[in-house]
Nanobody
């Protein structure tokens, strides 16, 4: 079974940085499309960034230049490095994995496997 387990989130002040990690286990497929999403209370789950087989990455516009998604194949870990954090970045962050390669868009419906979520708090 595929399992995704996010690291503990954290609390930072606006302008600060935080890195999230997601340990992937049980992945036996030849290709992947993996992503980070976030959700605020009462809000929809929105895409943050994707990465797929071959290393191509996409970002939601407001995260470009501030967030970096990466995948460490040696440790089977999906990472999200976040810098210049803003209060509006606060929310529950989820890692996700899907089998839509070579397509890899920020649509939560395309992702079959999800982590349990981890909270990021940004204070102004």
């Amino acid at each position: 079974d595929v399992k995704l387990l996010e690291s503990e989130g954290g609390s930072v002040q606006a302008g600060g940085s935080l890195t999230l990690s997601c340990k992937i286990s049980g992945w036996t497929y030849m290709s992947y499309c993996m992503a980070w999403f976030r959700q605020t209370p009462g809000g929809e789950r929105e895409g943050v960034a994707t990465i797929m087989t071959g290393g191509k990455k996409t970002y939601e516009d407001s995260m470009k230049g501030r967030f970096t998604i990466s995948k460490d194949s040696a440790s089977d870990t999906l990472n999200l490095q976040m810098t210049s954090l803003k209060p509006e970045d606060e929310g529950m962050y989820y890692c996700a994995a899907g089998l839509t390669y070579p397509f890899c868009d920020l649509d939560p419906k395309d992702f079959r496997f999800w982590g349990q979520g981890t909270q990021v708090t940004v204070s102004s």
